[in-house]
């Protein structure tokens, strides 16, 4: 019963052999062989533009060159509070932009609020040069803690990006499982509502090392070839991400593999709301369900053998405990299946 | 015919096996889980004594990383001209020891003349802040072409190091092909003689992506766990790194690779002398063999389908060539094979 | 009656007659001639200990160059929220670490809450790498809206710092201010209360340039030579603001300068208070007065001549104001004359 | 007899006066001053067009600012050899650019050699991110050895800069020494012949304080504003930067004094060439005569009260000196009093 978290799956079957079979041969290294530009223009359809591909290792690097791309001086990004990128990332984003700043914005439900961004950007009056720039907007979809933008709220911050003329990065760790859940396209999920950079992982979802950033509008990221390389980023045997991505985009896999964990997460949240032992913090919309329980319950789940983490109650809910109850992360994925979904809602009681 | 680089090679099938076999489960990621443990337990035994081993994504990163470890303000480290971390590594060494210097040391054959060592190092007196201060020395084994430091020679740089407190770093992206040309083991080639610190490289040898840094006294990397992260280097998934380190290291396959690539080169290296149509520019003492030939040579030889690399004659060595030839590098790894070294050899004439 | 803050006062008249008298002659240069050592002898009993003193040219050097002193990779500075090296630095402090953090930490009367900070300190658990590592304090001595830490609340932050293992750094840009204030010498408001680090500003006292960054324990600052120069704030005729330092500390100079400021901001205290026509924001415990009043009638102080910045309301404040109200900051300085604080307050009506 | 360096030197009594006279009143800080305006306008005249104008506190500040205005990640700039930057300002280019690479040029008499120059720029081929990419070229009017760039040796190296898009840095510690002895305008010795940017040095001609950096098109310099702030450069009372340009420039005073500091070192030269007892080492075309001497004879000057530096023999001539000779430099001022050449070339024999 591992609900710990999407990185704790190892790696999709298909996923693995397409390694396999890409082992045998001699192909141009740092990202220049036919299957690196294979995947490149599969991208390009997947997208619906000619958008420019960037392979990375982990999802932090994804996250800290896109900043790096649209650095400026005294720059400042803004994103939710509890964004990945401020909170689990050691000063990635602030080490690869040379010391930006990322500025937190608050919102309901791991969503940046549009009023609240607002202002945060005008604490930065253009040209006041004591309290630095703007530079960015980042948001995160599905959201640290399992929610989900829906478009029109994509495209609220997307004009506030506009109006100010910043860049609107997506951290699309779990893009994937935000896509199936509210059946949109990758284009309509990004450039359409105005998204200028994303970052694309694979890897919780059934890769075990494949992320990319991508520039919906190459010219945005023309700087990254050697931002990466100067970054470390730039694997020599790339061909093996790319024959990960190859499996992954094949015949909509990465879709199906998305679905499943949502629905093991849906399943997961009935059983937890019908158990009557305890109750959702939130509504589950990707892969993670966050449920309030008494400690004691916590504690028998976990002797019982379900390994999930505890989680700290967002900033702006101090209240959503009692003292007896903590508040718990139960992350789905691809690995997860159907049967230890069911013996943890058994164990539930 | 392919001779371009060791980093053109796929991964061998046991690699990719052990990847496929890794697969299914769950395991704590970011390096926590039993077999990153099991494999840093490996690493102890390899070298006879407790290293720390940090896991990272590209051997540019390794050696980026190790300086960063010991990195000083004004920090000026000493390698030769011809490393790969001045020359192709754009910059990373001093972006992520913020601005700290590659200082280029002469000396034949790749490696670093000790006296010329000494030299660049007098050029940086104690507390003078003007000039910046003396942090590193890093040495190439086996060099970027294909030359051996004896173990005399690393003892000489090793005596100087520790002379004036400086760590000795080695960029290992060949450590295989180097240990066995000269029958030493791991522990004889590094600390035994003063090595601080290791970028063990297996991407080049067999897998796909396998670097480890290696602390020999781990409270000098005391800082890296931090480092890492920060980097975007701490893959989540780390476990897949290891499990290539596990298969590598399984039976000495990784000294079986190495040997045969080495072989290959020696191979090449007598056919190039008899063929009398091309000749060695020095010695190949590992698995990289570099030829003088006629220009027009080197082109009909691409025409029969060799792929090889051009190279620049070594700055103490202006006079190397003639106006009508070319230097050529041609690399074997493990996965060259036997009959392509036989045909490249007869393709010579 | 310009109260718009003490950089925009010019210099002391003994301040430059300093600089006059010492411009003939000839002298070691980047902080070697007899009057840079003597200077420092002079900061050794001011403090009544040895301590290590470093010029630089702003007060925004001195507070990042103290942090780049005691960086950490992934390292996280805890200040009050509204302290000047937050919000008025355009990042430097970023920059001069690397890209360290700032975590911002909320407490009344802009000093730091000692529960909060704790709270803020326990958000970074040791080695768990994803949030990064804690690697100093810093406090504002007297704040950023010129209110007073008392002696015991340093101490209570300082206990923090040490069972933390943190260097407790004190932004000292109005240090003279805040030593008349409370009445203590600068040993008893710094180490003696377990500041190790301090900005010690003299600028904004009667200087026109005069910053140090003074470590009560010389080895925490044992790499500042080079960490400076690097940073370019080794200034080449360094005597000139060692001649600076020593007219501002010879015979009191400074604290009868800081006592004159002080004096007229509790003139224009009570002026404010007895006016009716405003109320203060908060006590003035130094030179800087906030005070709340109508809109139209700080429109109609400044048709007078009257010149000041208008301020945000403290994050923790946000009712503060009504809505015809603003709040307007007040800065006296040691150039501030009696009759343009009496004629500000008869303004006042 | 001080000939140790101009920075050696204090400051000239009408700059002294100048900051005097500055004293008393208000005006508005970080450069917003009308008494700085009116200089960026002095400025404007002086260059006749234009211009950015920066102050900052160091020279080693100019010339780093200078670098990281026109940043690139991998950036290389070339320098020559024995430029300041690379070996007097312990990192401080590679720190403020995030670790762009100083890359030495060779070339006689201190000036880089157009060909060598090619030669480097051509060791980076566009977009082969393995290198890095070339991002300025960086010249030191009069040079580090004290001769100078003639006007179509400046042109010979913008034309090399303009044919590979990259900007022409000045640096100008020793600007108004050059110009004098080329008898040019500040507009014929930059822009007119393609500088871009330059760092105009004013501490050394008789400031204590006083250095600039200026962009002939202030397009290139957008960034500036916030670079500088965010390096800790911009002065709270900027105005007494203001006032010593203002001295400094007002009736060619930085001229005289220049040419003063100019003919002390011409009759310091033929004072020298006359002795028979030492020789020149190349001719002194500006404020620093380059002597060669027996061991003994410089220990005799030093015991007389001579005060001056040895040099190392530049690279490019290993042979300069005989095993019982010395190289010092000599450096006049606009302090240098006659009568101490005399002594100095009396002393020699």
Known sequence: MNFASDNWAG????ISQSLLA?????????????????????????????????????????????????NRPGGVSFCHREAHMLEDECGAPEFFTHGARLAPVDGDNGKIDPQQLKAEIRRFPPNFVHAGQPMAISITQATEIGTLYQPDEIAAIAQIAQNYHLPLHMDGARFANALVALNLTPAEMTWKLGVDILSFGATKNGCWCAEALIFMNPALGKDLPFIRKRAAQLMSKSRFVACQFEAYLKADLWLELARHANAMAQRLQIGITNSMKARLAWPAEANEVFAIL???????????GAVFYTWNPPHAKPDLLNENEILIRLVTS????????????????
């Not at 790696?11 to 298909?14: N, Y």
């Open 11 to 14: 790696a999709h079957p298909a």
């Open 22 to 70: 890409a082992s045998a041969g001699f192909s141009a290294p740092y990202g220049a062989s036919e299957l690196d530009h294979q995947i490149e223009q599969r991208f390009n359809e997947l997208f619906e533009r000619e958008v420019a591909v960037y392979f990375v290792s982990t999802g932090t690097a994804a996250n800290s060159l896109a900043l790096a791309a649209v």
């Open 294 to 304: 008494d400690k004691h319950l916590a504690t028998q789940l976990q002797e019982q």
């Open 334 to 349: 691809f690995a997860t299946e159907l049967d230890q979904v069911d013996r943890l809602i058994a164990a539930l009681g």
